[in-house]
């Protein structure tokens, strides 16, 4: 506690220099010089009081600090109640400075010291007054503040709450706009996007019948002219039923994959997702389903089949028939439908010269339709609605080798 | 006239925190006359009461959240006006100047021993409110002992007293250990029992 009362005390300028003067001195007052020699007498005086003190405390009693400890002592700041007041105090302080509650044997010393204490709770006549008088008005001030407080809260959490210009709150009107921007951009460019993909798809798509052309001239390089053939005749089942490699016509195509005349991605065709993702594989002998086939290859199972090259613009194979995806589901069919693969806007078709064309209909120059043999086309022709044809069973066979009837 | 809001303080701050703005109202009525005395008694000027006591319920209000309900209103109201006062004493820090010629405390009333001054307060003569003393006079005197008080003592003193609160209570108020706050509160009621004799007897210190 000795170092309390030197913050809250402070000697004058004059002691100051007078005391600073002592301490250079030795604390002998007759060696300060004449002009601070009076006051260095008094603050020796002074200390001198705390001699014996200072010595136990602080042996270096040239320092400053010891002086300014000792000046605050006796300034009377450090002092301490007798220990029978110190009791009482105690006691006071248990009972919330209740002297009625204090036992009788201190309750006296307890009594005085709440009369001293009281003081500091009591108010003169005249403080009471001011308080009355600026009760109201300190009670208003403090609301206002705080009332300006809370609003200013308020505001800030309105401030951030609110959305910064990047992200301002959308009014109906705005976000007209941006719905009728995002309409103008995604009409104008959706198309030509669209566009490019199309171009894109069907030139892959031509390239693959391209190379798939290129492996069937390497096997008919090999087989004397013949298309590739798995199986030549049918056993009284559909030529539809893919997967079954003795008599489907899908397998003679997959010839080319199992025997390695083609490369097994020519035959994922873009417009057809299920011909992407299955896994060809060269140890079978088929597509495993119907959907599977990418391409629908000329029927091999005619008595007399076309040979490479031999009929030049012969078409051997196209995209995809709808009229078989159609037929093997017992369902009528269009003959002049386009192939699935092309979103049915036309198809690319595989001549026997190893050119690669657009069709954008399946009915060819010659009048043959490339999904149909002759003998339906036959009487498709006669008929009164010739958009519709009796289903197919899946037993039909190309009239002649010129009959172009692709089937998966 | 409207009736008094029954309410405890504890529950009339939690209505204040769920909305209830008029609750803060009642809650400053309720402690306007303890809290400004205390304040005035802290920082010896009105002016600076008056600050710290808006200052106190301002900050009541911002600290709203952080109250918790378990404890009691009073004495979280008090640690924020003690500690309000403190940082405006801290800032307003004028130390005083002393001449040496001038009266330095009077003699001592008690034994000396060890080089500490002794005070028995049975010895303080101290004026009963009801004697014939201008209580204006009285108060100027009290404060004039107050002031005296290093800051230290003066807020244990006061916060002891006006808070009727206990030795742990108070350490855990200043955050300070219990020991120091003992001895703090016996050397300030001690050295106010003697500032108080001094001044109330013309500075004499008999």
């Keep these: ?408 | 006239m409207p009736q008094p809001d029954r309410r405890s303080d504890e529950d009339l701050f939690l209505a204040y925190r769920a909305g209830e703005s008029p609750a803060l109202e009642v809650l400053i009525r309720r402690y306007h006359d303890d809290l400004i005395r205390f304040l005035y008694r802290l920082t010896g000027e009105r002016a600076a009461a008056e600050d710290v006591f808006q200052d106190t319920f301002l900050q009541v209000h911002v600290s709203a959240g952080t109250f918790d309900a378990s404890r009691r209103f009073k004495p979280w109201l008090f640690t924020i006006a003690a500690n309000k006062a403190r940082d405006l004493i801290r800032r307003n820090t004028r130390r005083r100047a002393m001449d040496l010629d001038s009266p330095i405390g009077g003699g001592r009333s008690g034994d000396s021993d060890d080089g500490r001054t002794f005070v028995d307060l049975m010895e303080i003569d101290a004026i009963q409110p009801g004697e014939q003393v201008g209580t204006a006079e009285r108060d100027r005197m009290v404060q004039q002992a107050v002031s005296e008080l290093p800051p230290s003592l003066r807020e244990v003193l006061l916060l002891a007293y006006f808070q009727k609160m206990s030795y742990s209570q108070v350490a855990d108020v200043l955050q300070i250990p219990l020991g120091t706050v003992k001895s703090r509160l016996h050397a300030a009621v001690a050295a106010f029992a003697r500032k108080w004799h001094i001044v109330s007897k013309g500075g004499d210190g008999t």
């Design chain 1, 1 to 408: 506690m000795t170092d309390e009362p030197i913050d809250s005390t402070q000697l004058c300028p004059a002691d100051q220099a007078a005391l600073d003067a002592l301490v250079d001195a030795g604390f002998d007052a007759d060696a300060v010089p004449e002009a601070h020699r009076a006051r260095a007498r008094r603050i020796a005086a002074d200390l001198s009081q705390l001699a014996a003190e200072a010595r136990c405390v602080c042996p270096g009693a040239e320092s400053r600090c010891l002086a300014a400890i000792r000046l605050a002592r006796a300034a009377g700041e450090v002092c301490e109640l007798v220990p029978a007041d110190e009791d009482a105090l105690e006691l006071l302080v248990q009972h919330r400075f209740d002297p009625r509650r204090v036992p009788s044997g201190v309750r006296q010393r307890a009594a005085h010291q709440a009369e001293v204490l009281g003081l500091l709770g009591s108010a003169s006549e005249e403080l009471a007054a001011a308080e009355a008088s600026g009760r109201e008005s300190l009670i208003a001030r403090t609301l206002s503040r705080v009332q300006t407080e809370a609003d200013a809260q308020a505001e800030s959490m309105r401030f951030s709450s609110r959305p910064g210009p990047a992200a301002r709150r959308w009014r109906v009107p705005d976000l007209v706009s941006v719905a009728a921007m995002l309409l103008i951009g995604v009409s104008i460019l959706w198309p030509v996007m669209s566009a490019s993909r199309e171009r894109s798809r069907l030139a892959l798509n031509e390239a693959n019948l391209r190379n798939i052309g290129l492996g069937m001239g390497l096997y008919s390089g090999s087989n004397d002219g013949a298309l590739p053939m798995a199986t030549a005749s049918l056993a009284g089942t559909p030529w539809w039923f893919v997967g079954n490699a003795e008599q489907s016509n899908s397998a003679n195509l997959y010839t080319l994959v199992r025997d390695g005349y083609a490369c097994r991605t020519n035959f994922a065709a873009p417009g057809n997702r299920a011909s992407v993702e299955c896994t060809l594989d060269p140890a079978r002998a088929d597509w495993g389903c119907i959907e599977e086939v990418p391409y629908s290859y000329q029927n091999q199972f005619a008595r007399k089949r076309p040979v490479w090259r031999q009929a030049g613009e012969q078409i051997v194979l196209a995209d995809r028939s709808p009229v078989i995806l159609r037929a093997v589901r017992g369902l009528w069919v269009d003959p002049l439908e386009n192939s699935p693969n092309a979103s049915g806007k036309g198809q690319h078709a595989l001549r026997l010269d190893g050119a690669v064309v657009w069709l954008t209909s399946p009915v060819l120059a010659s009048g043959d339709n490339i999904w149909l043999p002759r003998s339906i086309e036959d009487v498709l022709r006669r008929a009164a609605n010739a958009r519709r044809a009796e289903p197919l069973r899946g037993v039909e066979q190309p009239e002649c080798e010129t009959d172009v009837f692709l089937v998966p």
